[in-house]
């Protein structure tokens, strides 16, 4: 039997970080992102921290409640210990930093 794909969704405001994946959905903030991960499913959301209209923290945690089995991996720029302190008590799977290497993000 085929082993399937995982799906992804990318949640970033940066244009250049959602250009370098293939993902089954995209947005550039969380109030954009939300209706479509319940809608599409993913088994992996990477979403940014800090975006306009929804934090990453607050995104996680909404996805955590609807879509137990996804997956949220935060991808940021800020290296404070407050903010993975936040995601780790949500549930987030890894909490990495700006810039990323693909196979660190593998």
Known sequence: MPERKLTVF??????IIRNG????????????????????????????????????I?????IKKALPSAETVILTGYDEFEFAKQAIKIGVFDFLLKPVSPDELR
């Open 58 to 62: 607050t995104l996680a945690s909404e």
């Open 21 to 56: 994946f293939t993902i089954t959905g995209e947005a550039e903030n969380g109030r954009d992102a939300l209706p479509l991960i319940l809608s599409l499913k993913p088994d992996i959301i990477i979403t940014d921290l800090k975006m306009p209209f929804c934090d990453g």
């Open 10 to 15: 990318l949640v970033d405001d940066e244009s």
